[in-house]
């Protein structure tokens, strides 16, 4: 049976409160991204790369899963087809909200990644720092959060491409198009044959793209449009 892939990007998470880092003028909660954000930043500055992904992690518990986030978990349990949501975003509110098949292509706050050996470790939710030592390797100073920075290749593009090229409905949710590759998600999925809907509040640099655009918040629209899903009456 061929299924459902959701692309969710960070208007999603914004609307549980959780910004989006990258302003207009290229600044991070006003730091650059290459201090903050590059393999390199962290070689210069590992104190620095903590403390911003710390301050993130920690705000991330003080926030819960919107509508838009419920809506796709009942997708997930309610429909008759595999639904498998592709996230751009590091927080865990997917998670939350009871979706189980989950992948997070740009990594995880809840994460950490040893940059010597490779070894990763889920369930990170205490501080970190320059001074941690690796439990696997026994290296001091390599852990970093389990983040792809710029530069680095997403996560599971290997599991990713082969539910684009087989999926019957592809949705994307709170993503500009900005960012390569999970801009080009919509044309590997439309190419196959998959019915395209670009969820929004504003047109996304690929909107040309998709069958079907709806302008509005997630946590507004979402909930209706999994109603659509459900009852069989999206695609036309």
Request: net charge negative; glycine share 10%.
């Given at each position: 049976m061929?299924g459902?892939?959701v692309?969710t990007?960070?208007?999603?998470s914004?609307?549980?409160?959780?910004?989006?880092?990258?302003?207009?003028?290229?600044?991070w909660?006003?730091h650059?991204?290459?201090?903050?954000?590059?393999?390199e930043?962290?070689?210069?500055n590992?104190?620095?790369?903590h403390?911003?992904?710390?301050?993130?992690?920690n705000?991330?518990?003080t926030?819960d899963?919107n509508?838009?986030?419920t809506?796709?978990?009942?997708?997930e349990?309610?429909?008759?087809?595999?639904v498998?949501?592709?996230?751009?975003?590091?927080d865990?509110l997917?998670?939350?909200?009871?979706?189980?098949?989950?992948?997070?292509?740009?990594g995880?706050l809840?994460s950490?990644l040893?940059?010597?050996c490779?070894?990763?470790?889920?369930?990170?939710?205490s501080?970190?720092?320059?001074?941690m030592?690796?439990?696997?390797?026994?290296?001091?100073?390599?852990?970093?959060p389990d983040?792809?920075?710029f530069?680095?290749m997403?996560?599971?593009?290997?599991d990713?491409?082969?539910?684009?090229?087989?999926c019957?409905?592809?949705?994307s949710?709170?993503?500009?198009?900005h960012?390569?590759?999970?801009?080009?998600?919509?044309?590997a999925?439309?190419?196959?044959?998959?019915?395209?809907?670009?969820?929004?509040?504003e047109?996304?640099?690929?909107?040309?793209?998709f069958?079907r655009?709806?302008?509005?918040?997630?946590g507004?629209?979402?909930?209706?449009?999994?109603d659509?899903?459900?009852?069989g009456?999206?695609?036309?």
């Amino acid at each position: 049976m061929r299924g459902i892939v959701v692309l969710t990007g960070a208007g999603i998470s914004a609307e549980s409160g959780i910004p989006t880092f990258r302003a207009s003028d290229g600044l991070w909660e006003n730091h650059r991204v290459e201090d903050v954000a590059t393999p390199e930043g962290f070689v210069r500055n590992p104190s620095l790369v903590h403390r911003f992904y710390n301050e993130r992690r920690n705000h991330l518990f003080t926030v819960d899963p919107n509508p838009a986030h419920t809506a796709l978990a009942r997708l997930e349990k309610e429909s008759g087809s595999p639904v498998w949501i592709v996230t751009q975003n590091i927080d865990d509110l997917h998670e939350r909200a009871g979706s189980d098949n989950v992948i997070h292509m740009h990594g995880d706050l809840l994460s950490s990644l040893c940059s010597r050996c490779g070894a990763r470790r889920d369930g990170v939710r205490s501080d970190m720092d320059e001074h941690m030592v690796c439990g696997d390797c026994g290296a001091v100073g390599s852990l970093r959060p389990d983040i792809v920075w710029f530069g680095e290749m997403p996560y599971r593009m290997g599991d990713i491409m082969p539910l684009l090229e087989s999926c019957e409905i592809f949705l994307s949710i709170g993503t500009s198009g900005h960012v390569y590759p999970a801009a080009g998600f919509v044309e590997a999925a439309v190419s196959r044959g998959a019915y395209a809907v670009e969820l929004n509040p504003e047109p996304s640099l690929i909107h040309s793209h998709f069958h079907r655009r709806i302008a509005g918040k997630a946590g507004e629209c979402l909930p209706e449009l999994v109603d659509e899903i459900l009852k069989g009456t999206l695609l036309p």
